[in-house]
């Protein structure tokens, strides 16, 4: 009797071009909301859309290239300029509407959100 270990998350959405079709898709609603958009201003955009794929890959389970700052470190700039949970409640919707919007079934669509609800204290700094 063999047992089949469960696909990660990251197969489950549909690997690596899963994977950058969402962030594309992510970004352009990001940078459209007028609420959290002004935390871009300054921003690399390809090298940021090419970090948040290495980390949604990694917090997936997929192959880990992730090599940026943690959470808390790396949102640290704007927590100071006034990163709040109306911001990260708005960027998590943002993700769950970009995954409901490329057909990603919705208990998936739940163990995402689930994973980026868990990086709420860290991105806000407590």
């Known amino acids: 009797m063999s047992v089949t270990a469960e696909k990660?998350?990251?197969?489950q959405l549909g690997g690596e071009p899963a994977m950058a079709a969402a962030v594309e898709v992510f970004y352009r609603k990001?940078?459209?909301d007028?609420?959290?958009?002004?935390?871009?201003?300054?921003v690399d955009m390809e090298r940021q859309a090419a970090k948040q794929k290495a980390f949604l890959t990694m917090v997936t389970g997929g192959p880990v290239h992730y090599s940026g700052k943690d959470m808390r470190?790396?949102?640290?700039?704007l927590v100071k300029r006034g990163l709040n949970d109306s911001h990260f409640d708005?960027?998590?919707g943002h993700l769950k509407a970009t995954l409901e919007e490329l057909g990603v079934a919705a208990p998936l669509?739940?163990?995402?959100?689930?994973?980026?609800e868990s990086?709420?204290?860290d991105v806000l700094g407590r």
């Open 90 to 92: 708005a960027v998590a």
């Open 109 to 116: 669509v739940a163990r995402v959100m689930t994973i980026a």
């Open 119 to 121: 990086a709420r204290a």
């Open 30 to 32: 990001v940078l459209a």
């Open 73 to 77: 470190a790396g949102h640290a700039p």
């Open 8 to 11: 990660s998350v990251y197969e």
């Open 34 to 42: 007028d609420h959290i958009s002004h935390f871009f201003e300054d």
